[in-house]
């Protein structure tokens, strides 16, 4: 079988962001409950030229740095917050980074499963030997809005996550061996008129872990059948990202789950470093899971040359997976390259009452008239046209 896997990376996120202190502050709420209780520390907040389109163009513009467009077969976006009914983010794409036109441009929506259902078309395409050579784009990108004053609120988030997958994965290959889980639940979910996200908080949490150990152990049955302590042979487990709280059950649920029983113990050297840039951005819904993957290449003090990583997404509804892959040698030396800490640092600092008029005007923005020269992104509404500008 062939080796196919990730070949580039890249991450976009919005220039500002709010501290989950003063989110407190204002509301009322004790720092511990955010910083402790949730594992988070900040938020990207999304500016009124900040969409799923915009986003996602940033983050495949630093994934095919040097790389020809003319060779991308296949571009599949996933999103659960797209902009359009019927015209999907990907077209948007295609224009904008000028793909050609024999390449395959659609888009994919299960919640935060969307992008891998992307990542494992795309695998299963080349695999197959469809791609004739191509290399596959797929990109994550979502607004995560729940809402002012609601449980979910600290939770929110937004940005974009390109990865590009094909036969040279100078990054990480990707096992074809794959652990699949989906159940028809209501945990979450966005009626097509509300822009802000409904969920049923603790019942979604409980949805989570069920799907984990499920997942898990279709995975195991799909390998060679059930034995315990096969989590330890991951020098990370990756996890899908809504808080970093969430991860560490979902770690300590998965490892009691192997037969563990101090799962907490194993936490610093399999998960912590996968929850540096997800604490300081929030939920990207889609890409959660690829930032938490991002942030273990970038931020783990170990040599990871050829280690093995487990990654588990997740998307409410409910479809799960649970799939492995090896890091490619010389692969978090090209992930530090990407500047991803310093990007955030250079963020912008947002009071609540700024971020408070954001989430507002953001309400309407789909509307919002055309912008003038000199700012990129989503520039506004035209004629019932969204117009952009890649800056
Ligand atoms: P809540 O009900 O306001 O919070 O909202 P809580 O009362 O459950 O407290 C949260 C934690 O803070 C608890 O910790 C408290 O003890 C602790 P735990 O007991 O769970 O370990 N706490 C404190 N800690 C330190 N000092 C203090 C303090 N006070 C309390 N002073 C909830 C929490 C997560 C429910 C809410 O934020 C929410 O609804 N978030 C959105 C839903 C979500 O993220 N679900 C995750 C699973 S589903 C999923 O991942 C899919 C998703 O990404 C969507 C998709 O697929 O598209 C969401």
Not at 206 to 212: G, H, I, K
Not at 268 to 283: A, F
Request: a neutral charge; one cysteine or more.
């Amino acid at each position: 079988m062939k080796t196919v896997g990730i070949e580039a990376i890249g991450v976009a996120v919005p220039k500002a962001y709010l501290e989950l202190s003063d989110l407190a502050k204002a509301r009322g709420v004790p720092e511990g409950k955010f910083a402790e209780g949730l594992g988070l520390s900040q938020m990207s907040v999304p500016g009124p030229h900040d969409d799923t389109v915009s986003l996602a163009a940033q983050a495949a513009v630093a994934a095919l740095k040097g790389v020809d467009v003319w060779n991308i077969g296949l571009c599949i976006v996933g999103t659960e917050t797209a902009v359009d009914h019927s015209k999907p983010v990907s077209s948007f794409l295609q224009g904008l980074l000028h793909l050609p036109p024999h390449c395959r441009v659609f888009e994919t929506k299960h919640a935060c499963y969307g992008g891998t259902a992307g990542l494992m078309t795309a695998l299963d395409w080349i695999r197959a030997g469809s791609n004739r050579g191509r290399k596959a784009l797929v990109i994550c990108s979502d607004l995560a809005r729940y809402g002012l004053n609601t449980p979910g609120e600290p939770t929110q988030g937004a940005g974009a996550v390109a990865l590009l997958v094909s036969e040279q994965p100078d990054l990480a290959e990707i096992s074809p061996v794959v652990g699949t889980y989906s159940r028809d639940v209501m945990d979450f979910w966005r009626p097509l008129y509300r822009k802000d996200a409904i969920v049923d908080g603790h019942y979604s949490m409980s949805c989570y872990l069920e799907a984990l150990k499920s997942a898990f152990l279709a995975w195991q049955v799909e390998q060679n059948g059930f034995k315990p302590f096969v989590a330890d042979r991951f020098s990370s487990i990756v996890y899908h990202v809504p808080f970093p709280k969430m991860a560490r059950k979902a770690h300590d649920a998965l490892r009691e789950f192997d037969g563990d029983r101090e799962a907490a113990k194993s936490f610093e050297w399999q998960v912590k470093s996968g929850l540096e840039l997800p604490r300081r951005v929030g939920n990207l819904y889609t890409g959660s899971l690829y930032l938490s993957l991002a942030s273990v290449l970038a931020t783990d003090d170990r040599d990871l040359d050829n280690a093995q990583l487990a990654l588990f997404s997740y998307g409410s509804g409910s479809c799960a997976e649970f799939f492995t892959m090896k890091v490619t040698p010389g692969a978090q030396k090209k992930v530090r390259a990407l500047g991803l800490i310093k990007r955030l640092e250079e963020r912008k600092r947002l009071s609540v009452d700024e971020y408070e008029r954001l989430m507002r005007a953001a309400e309407h923005d789909d509307r919002a008239a055309v912008e003038h020269e000199g700012v990129h992104g989503f520039l506004g509404v035209k004629e019932d046209r969204r117009l952009y500008a890649l800056g």
